[in-house]
């Protein structure tokens, strides 16, 4: 049965939305951040309750009685000792804590070791999408789809409770939680990409239309470089587009050179390879015109958009995309970087922008 990610996380729960949330809720007392798992008191049988990890909790009130009836939509789906036809009866707390949910319940969980599905026994709950922040992102659930918490749709996570998701085919990757890919999946498509090489004129080449939208090796199978006998190693790399306002990592992203024309919410579009657990081989080597390849000012202030505007920003020791050290909405991000040739007018321009930043844009 599919699982996807909801395009509900990233409506409900803007950067700023889930800073609110952070900032009017906080992480309950008793989470103690020394460990990443957290348990609650014995609860009988149970032994140890485990309510998921500190940075995405479970969620739901715990040690109900009573039933929550699932509806399964699979047809093949046959009848058990715990339900009929395709309702079963799950514990009214169902997704309230870490647990195999699913294990003698669930139609195709029969509990037979070595013919179930492996996710039969795998634990899971369900969690608020606005307050989880570990790597893997929760899933809508499919078990109770007119749910809701805090006008959301209910999501679940194997991963905060330290399971690996086998229950969906396949599970997108969309980044760290620091710095999530940005963009459309699963796209209908092409995008015509012109690729150069320095010092060479390279032709067009047509990308899915999604590209950059998860972390994937979006090189491997289109990139001329990459269809020869020995591709370079940064073929196999997986990365995606980003907010560079949005971007907390140690290695920053990049503007992209397939796209020089595109853009995110009024700022130039970035790549990330670290987002993805990979590692940029792909910039110091192909693409010359990188802010971060450029070593002093002039020629950092030299490079342009397709518009005429400025495409990257001079710290006084380093060269970094314009949106990281100018843009209103990165200012957070600004204060990783030393700015010491900052001029005494900053200040003013800095006040006249921030007035006007219900207005951001950069004219491309």
Known sequence: MKAAISATV??????????????????????????????????????????GDTECPCIGF???????????ADENATANASGSGNQVA????????????????????????????????????????CRCKIDTIPLQSVYVPDARYRGAPIHYSYATCGATNVFADTIPKVGKSTCRCIGLDNVPGSVSIKLTTPGKNGGAVSYPGDLGSTCSAWDRETHPMCKSAEPPKWCFQRWCYVDPCDCDLDEIPKVTMYLPKASFQ??????????????????????????????????CLDLKLKSGSNKCAWTGKACFGWELIEHPLCQHMAKRFDKSTATALRPFALSIVLVASSLFARVD
Request: hydrophobic residues 30%; proline residues 6%.
């Open 266 to 299: 009024a700022k130039s579009l970035y790549y990330s390879y670290e987002t993805c657990g990979s590692k940029d081989f792909f910039t110091k080597e192909h693409n010359a015109e990188a802010c971060t390849n450029q070593k002093s000012k002039d020629s």
């Open 10 to 51: 990233a409506a409900t729960c803007s950067a700023s939305a889930a800073a609110v949330v952070r900032a009017e809720f906080g992480a309950p007392a008793f989470l103690a951040k020394a460990s990443n798992l957290f348990f609650g008191a014995d609860s009988g049988s149970r032994g140890k309750t485990h309510y």
């Open 90 to 129: 799950y514990p009214a707390d169902l997704g309230a804590h870490c647990e195999p949910w699913d294990l003698n319940r669930h139609p195709k969980c029969t509990g037979d070791s070595s013919s179930d599905p492996s996710w039969c026994s795998e634990p899971w709950c369900y969690v608020d999408p």
């Open 62 to 72: 715990d040690r109900l009685s009573g039933e929550t009836v699932v509806v399964f």
